[in-house]
């Protein structure tokens, strides 16, 4: 516990100095809110940063390494001092103004990282789900010289994934020097503070820009709401199952996985949301992007309340939104829509039902877009679509799981609408861009009824993905506008009677939608009883002793990222460990996902067979030529290649290599 109490330490101080170093440039662009944006001022670190050090590293002007990320934080340091320098007397005026709202978002922070971090402890495997795939990006970029990262799980090729975020890890990795398999549960934990900070000073923000002269911590509440919500709230689906059929026997992946398995029918859909991905602790594309989502939000709402809007204005939100497609792809579809209804929306406010409000949104939209596709350009150049064109949907979700799915955004919207036909004529600028967000929610809902992405995924399953992914931000965009519906309603409603009735729903519904968490987070992590660490290795070790020693050797010994060749495994099981672990290149991993990255089955399977070849043939010339073709360095022969191959033929290797690590079982050759 002592230890893990510094690493969280550690990781807090170098996520701080960043954050601090970057508060002139937040409060330069976030002046107006309530915590003159402190709440983004580490994401925004972060984010500029890195790109500093990617631009540099894909371009090969400068390898990924240490110095070049210190170097980075220099640039950056230097620009904030700039801004400082033009700007001081302002900016030292409106930070001692907030300096409560910052201390508590610094503390909100904390608390966030603290807490997760403690509660990984209980259980922090990396292992099961797709924690291999997240792990293994971590390690393989750690090793990379250059940019784009080497697919550790199919050897010779980059990664054909969204692996900026994962990038983002491994930058927060070097930077603290702390070990992967501890800033992994790090990282989880700082999206979470990430994600309170964010929204807080979003939905506050929000309340503020309304000058209805409420009463400070009345404004404060509507952030304090929305934060939670966003973070550890759930679906209808606990209240309603859990009542109907008892607390007992309730299990929390079904409030994910409720269409199509209950009742079973050929529909198999996902329908997942943030406290789920936290207890699951999957480190994936959609959650890494969290930060940089509801970082997009607030500049979104930042440009469009402006009276005069500037390039640079435009330029920040595009760019934001580019880094948002190199993370998470779907997000840049997802919130083009959304800058889309919210530009249209403030132009019809602004000039009524015209043809120049259709041509200013458009505008203004394509100008966004096109500035977030220049900027994902480096990235784009070593990247092919995965995505194999859209079809309409072959199934349809019944309306009552719609409402148990999607109940607490509905009846916020109900409730916003009145309040807002109420008022129509006096609309404020907050006003419209949360309509906007609930909106967008809705379309977000309903295009997965209508149309789907199609991938690999057919059949049963064929419009999952594209609803986990869409409904996914239909989540996030609905949850954070919480707060500020509450206090709207209420500032609305003159009566005390009918306040008071409003906010008693409220809390009714809200302690409904978060006994979520109690249950996911009993089950998943064994009711917080037995306190394992934040090493999410420790299971291996315990698992396959003789398989993580081989792990420790690799890292200690071997530089760079030399080919090795282990079992290929199918997804989701424990094969492909040691590359995940180590971020060596393995000639083929696991198959559905490089399936899914390289278009077709035939790819990952021509290896797999060769691998075969190499395993069980008692040809060494042919094996050699085999081994020469992927340009194999060191073979692995353990438990699960024996388990893989029952005619593995292992005499050869000794001729074409000698063993350089020996325990048990398990023994890695270097070739000739």
Not at 450 to 464: L, P, Q
Not at 552 to 557: D, K, P
């Amino acid at each position: 516990m002592q230890q893990d109490i510094l690493y969280i330490i550690n990781w807090w101080l170098t996520i701080f100095f960043v954050g601090l170093i970057n508060v002139p440039l937040t409060w330069l662009i976030f002046k107006k809110f309530i915590d003159r944006g402190y709440g983004f001022s580490k994401t925004l670190g972060v984010l500029f940063s890195s790109f500093i050090v990617f631009l540099l590293s894909i371009f090969h002007l400068f390898p990924f390494s240490t110095f070049i990320i210190y170097f980075s934080l220099f640039l950056l340091l230097c620009f904030n001092i700039y801004v400082i320098s033009t700007h001081r007397e302002r900016f030292f005026r409106d930070l001692l103004k907030s300096w409560r709202v910052i201390i508590f978002q610094e503390i909100l922070f904390m608390g966030g990282l603290i807490l997760w971090s403690l509660v990984r402890g209980y259980q922090p495997g990396i292992n099961g789900l797709e924690k291999f795939m997240d792990f293994g990006f971590i390690n393989s970029l750690l090793r990379s010289e250059y940019l784009p990262p080497t697919d550790m799980w199919f050897a010779g090729e980059s990664i054909n994934y969204y692996w900026y975020g994962h990038f983002v890890t491994a930058f927060l990795t070097k930077l603290s020097q702390i070990p992967s398999g501890i800033t992994y549960n790090l990282m989880l934990a700082t999206i979470l503070g990430l994600g309170l900070t964010s929204a807080f000073s979003i939905s506050s923000s929000l309340v503020q820009s309304l000058r209805l002269n409420l009463n400070k911590k009345v404004v404060l509440m509507a952030g304090i709401i929305s934060a939670i919500l966003l973070i550890f709230a759930g679906n209808f689906h606990t209240p309603y199952f859990a009542l109907k059929n008892g607390k007992d026997t309730y299990w929390y992946p079904d409030a994910t996985r409720f269409i199509g398995y209950n009742p079973d029918t050929n529909d198999k859909t996902i329908h997942e949301f943030p406290m789920y991905s936290f207890v699951v602790s999957d480190l994936h594309a959609h959650l890494i992007n969290f930060p940089f989502v509801l970082l997009y939000i607030a500049l979104l709402f930042r440009t469009l309340s402006k009276k005069k809007r500037l390039i640079a204005d435009y330029v920040l939100t595009g760019f934001v939104l580019g880094v948002m497609f190199m993370t998470n792809a779907w997000d840049f579809a997802n919130y083009s829509l959304v800058t889309g209804i919210a530009t249209l929306l403030f132009a019809l406010k602004r000039r009524g039902l015209k043809l120049i409000s259709f041509f200013e949104s458009g505008v203004s939209t394509i100008s966004i877009v096109f500035i977030g596709l220049v900027t994902t350009v480096p990235f784009l150049l070593n990247f092919d679509s995965i995505a194999q064109g859209v079809s309409t949907v072959n199934a349809h979700s019944s309306v009552w799981q719609l409402a148990i799915l999607w109940g607490f955004p509905a009846v916020l919207t109900i409730i916003f609408g009145y309040g807002i036909y109420r008022i129509w004529p006096k609309m404020k600028r907050a006003d419209i861009f949360v309509l906007a967000l609930l909106v967008s929610s809705l379309f977000l809902i309903i295009l997965p009824e209508v149309i789907y992405v199609k991938d690999i995924y057919i059949g049963s399953h064929h419009r999952a993905n594209t609803m986990f992914k869409l409904t996914y931000q239909a989540f996030v965009m609905s949850y954070l506008s919480s707060g500020y519906i509450v206090v709207r309603s209420l500032s609305i409603i003159k009566r005390v009677y009918f306040k008071l009735l409003l906010g008693g729903f409220f809390a009714i519904v809200f302690a409904s939608i978060l006994w979520y968490p109690s249950f996911a987070i009993k089950s998943y992590y064994g009711n917080l009883k037995e306190y394992k660490g934040l090493s999410g290795e420790t299971w291996f070790s315990d698992s396959y002793p003789e398989l993580y020693s081989l792990t420790l050797w690799i890292r200690e010994n071997i530089n760079g990222q030399p080919v090795i060749l282990e079992a290929p495994g199918d997804s989701y099981t424990e094969y492909n460990v040691v590359s995940s672990y180590t971020g060596l290149p393995t000639v083929s991993g696991w198959f559905v996902h490089e399936w899914l990255w390289r278009g077709t089955a035939d790819i990952p399977q021509a290896r797999v067979s060769e691998i075969t070849e190499i395993y069980t043939s008692e040809d060494s010339n042919y094996t050699q030529s085999l081994l020469n073709k992927y340009r194999v360095e060191y073979v692995i022969i353990g438990d699960f290649e024996r388990e893989k191959f029952p005619n593995l033929y292992e005499q050869k290797f000794n001729q074409l290599g000698k063993v350089v690590y020996s325990s048990g079982n398990t023994r890695l050759y270097r070739l000739n």
